[in-house]
């Protein structure tokens, strides 16, 4: 069993900066692929970005170039750095822990991006 907790989001104008963490329990961190999503009214959860346990990353195209994925296996955390924010990154941002077997999902944080 996994518990995810993401924090760090909140309100930030257009070309802001915010950086999201989500913190792990319950299981050996480091053994995880973790991801960000976010889910936009009306819209369905895309994927924001990936981490292998490995470090290799993979980004969706609309966030490529401004966020950047982290994760520090010693403080059981993974960290999403967003930059540039657009009104268009208005988004519950999830953190998401997954293995062969299963996966894990936080409870999200609120992204809005206006002036």
């Known amino acids: 069993q996994v518990q995810l907790v993401e924090s760090g989001g909140g309100l930030v104008q257009p070309g802001g900066s915010l950086r999201l963490s989500c913190a792990a329990s319950?299981?050996?961190?480091?053994?995880?692929?973790m991801a960000w999503y976010r889910q936009a009214p009306g819209k369905e959860r895309e994927l924001v970005a990936t981490?292998?346990?490995?470090?290799?990353?993979n980004y969706g195209d609309s966030v490529k170039g401004r966020f950047t994925i982290s994760r520090d296996n010693a403080k059981n955390s993974m960290y999403l750095q967003m930059n540039s924010l657009k009104p268009d990154d208005t988004a519950v941002y999830y953190c998401?822990?997954?293995?062969?077997?299963?996966?894990?999902w936080g409870q999200g944080t609120q992204v809005t991006v206006s002036s």
């Open positions: 998401k822990a997954s293995s062969l077997a299963r996966a894990y």
């Open positions: 319950g299981a050996t961190f480091s053994t995880y692929t």
């Open positions: 981490m292998t346990r490995g470090g290799d990353t």
